[in-house]
């Protein structure tokens, strides 16, 4: 997983006012050095969904990890875009992946059915984004809070993440209850 450098980070935190110039120029810089998949770590991704079962989650596991060969042109953008010491609003998450989609489309970057369909970009875009928060949430990453939103906010939207949603609903109901903010 590529996950953005701290001094990138730090730069968003101090200069929010400086946002898109920052996050235009960082998905500039992936373009300009794409990288390969990276294959799916299953006993990290199994430590993330285990802090939120102990059983019932296999299927989930299963195609998160049938998914992520075909992570690698988003792999990157979703660690950016979703990074958890980060919100954006999702209007301007979609934003910033349409414009990088359009420019990694007309760079040749994307296979055939990214290339085709932002909406499929964007699904795989999220589930790359659900497997690297899943992984920090098991290493105890310091923003368990706003990771768990993130998943919540993932979960919820797809039919094969189903299983996923209910764990996350008996385990953390007041994500549920009183909905949540990345903020």
Same mark, same amino acid.
């Given at each position: ?8 980070? !730090?730069? @968003? ?21 794409? +990288?390969? &998949? ?18 019932? =989650?296999?299927?989930?596991?299963? /195609?998160?990890?049938?998914? +992520?060969?075909e992570g690698a042109a988003t792999d990157r953008?979703?660690? =950016? ?9 999702? +209007? !301007? ?5 349409? /414009?990088?989609?359009? +420019?990694? %489309?007309?760079?040749? =970057? ?12 964007? %699904? %795989? ?6 497997? !690297?928060? =899943? ?8 923003? !368990? /809070?706003?990771? @768990? ?14 299983? @996923?949603?209910? &764990? ?7 994500f549920f209850e009183l909905g949540f903010s990345? %903020?």
């Amino acid at each position: 997983m590529m996950l953005p450098n701290s001094a990138l980070i !730090q730069d @968003l935190q101090a200069h929010p006012e400086d946002a898109d110039r920052l996050m235009r120029a960082a998905c500039a810089e992936l373009r300009a050095h794409p +990288a390969a &998949a990276i294959p799916a770590d299953e006993a990290a991704l199994r430590a993330g969904l285990h802090r939120i079962a102990d059983t019932g =989650l296999d299927a989930v596991l299963k /195609r998160l990890l049938d998914d +992520a060969p075909e992570g690698a042109a988003t792999d990157r953008i979703a660690a =950016l875009l979703r990074a958890p010491e980060l919100a954006w609003d999702e +209007a !301007q998450e979609i934003d910033w992946a349409v /414009r990088h989609w359009e +420019a990694s %489309r007309a760079d040749g =970057l994307l296979d055939e059915a990214l290339a085709a369909d932002f909406g499929e970009y964007w %699904r %795989r875009l999220e589930w790359s984004a659900l497997r !690297q928060h =899943l992984v920090l949430l098991g290493g105890d990453h310091p923003e !368990q /809070r706003r990771l @768990l939103a993130y998943i919540v906010k993932t979960a919820s939207r797809y039919v094969a993440l189903a299983p @996923l949603k209910r &764990a996350m609903e008996a385990r953390f109901p007041e994500f549920f209850e009183l909905g949540f903010s990345l %903020r």
